[in-house]
């Protein structure tokens, strides 16, 4: 069903529903609501502000504020604004992610996520408890889960925009050469390719600023779960770019920037394994450098490594959503 309230009670994470519902009585049909609105990594905060500098204030300020890994300044998981409760009305119930505290005496401590209620494509997370202390109790235990419930949500509503337009030609060449498939959105071009991988560019300028996002599919024979470890991500990244990823300067390449340790983490790609790196790159012999978001996993049936990889240029601009856009095209992946 389209709209969904979710309820947990208790201290638990959030991905344990047992609860699932209809907010309205309208039904799957969307159509009667208006457009969410916000732009991605947007979220509204619902809160009386007497809350705002107590315990749930702090850890709400941690959920979204705290800086991410991976990014060359900080720049906070997402960008959050906060309203009273009694000034939500209007057109701030379309924003597209909300996250509504409620607190008082005799209430049971509980997350809803619910769906669609003001607008289509809204996400709403509805906290209550019957003290300040019980709310930011139950938000410090599921801090990881909020974030990635909306992150997730946020991801889906890119890949179903990219979906929408994705280049063709360039899909069905990269399935056809590498045995690999996900959505190629507009604006990406073809930069290199040799028998074992390729990279795409997209480029635009904001006034006299530069801004460039790379994805690279590069694949190798499986021999060990040694693949998985860091130095070998860095080796074989390194040994790529060198050849395929180069600079305007003469012996100019992209590299791993060694002195920041790139963060890992076990995730599930489309339900195979695979190992998540967030780092930072940089162009030897050039004065270029940015995130990069990485995917080390193993396609067991043609017993091979795929690397999945995605990296972001834009200098004078904050490069949080720039790279939420890459992760989503990675994780549209699947193999043949």
């Known amino acids: 069903m389209d709209k969904k309230i979710r309820t947990i009670f208790g201290f638990v994470a959030l991905n344990l529903v047992i609860a699932c519902g209809s907010s309205s009585g309208e039904g799957n049909d969307k159509s009667y609501l208006p457009s969410s609105s916000g732009k991605y990594g947007e979220v509204l905060i619902v809160v009386d502000t007497f809350y705002e500098n107590h315990q749930s204030g702090k850890v709400l300020n941690t959920i979204f504020s705290e800086p991410m890994v991976g990014l060359p300044q900080d720049e906070g998981?997402?960008?959050?604004?906060?309203v009273p409760t009694k000034g939500f009305k209007s057109i701030l119930k379309r924003s597209r992610n909300i996250?509504?505290?409620?607190?008082?005496?005799?209430k049971k401590t509980a997350i809803n996520i619910e769906e669609d209620i003001w607008a289509r494509d809204q996400l709403m997370i509805q906290i209550t408890a019957a003290s300040d202390t019980d709310a930011a109790r139950v938000l410090s235990k599921n801090i990881q889960t909020i974030r990635g419930y909306y992150n997730e949500t946020e991801l889906e509503r890119l890949q179903k925009q990219f979906r929408g337009k994705p280049q063709k030609?360039?899909?069905?060449?990269?399935?056809d050469n590498?045995?690999?498939e996900f959505v190629v959105p507009p604006g990406f071009v073809q930069m290199a390719k040799n028998k074992n991988g390729f990279w795409l560019k997209k480029e635009k300028s904001i006034g006299q600023h530069q801004i460039m996002q790379g994805v690279a599919v590069f694949v190798r024979p499986y021999y060990s779960d040694s693949v998985f470890s860091h130095e070998s991500m860095i080796a074989k990244r390194n040994e790529f770019t060198r050849e395929m990823i180069?600079?305007?300067r003469d012996s100019s390449y992209m590299a791993v920037y060694q002195e920041y340790h790139a963060v890992?983490?076990?995730v599930n790609l489309n339900?195979?394994?695979?190992?998540?790196?967030r780092g930072l790159w940089n162009m030897v012999n050039d004065f270029m450098g940015g995130p990069f978001l990485h995917y080390t996993l193993v396609d067991e049936k043609n017993n091979r490594v795929v690397e999945l990889d995605a990296f972001v240029f834009a200098p004078k601009f904050n490069k949080?959503?720039?790279l939420r856009e890459l992760e989503a095209i990675l994780k549209t992946v699947k193999f043949n």
Not at 99 to 106: F, Y
């Open 246 to 248: 180069q600079g305007t």
């Open 99 to 106: 996250l509504k505290l409620s607190i008082g005496r005799g």
């Open 264 to 266: 890992t983490k076990e």
């Open 77 to 82: 998981h997402f960008r959050a604004s906060t």
């Open 320 to 322: 949080r959503e720039y």
């Open 271 to 277: 339900g195979v394994y695979a190992l998540e790196y």
């Open 169 to 175: 030609d360039i899909v069905d060449s990269i399935a």
């Open 178 to 180: 590498y045995n690999v």
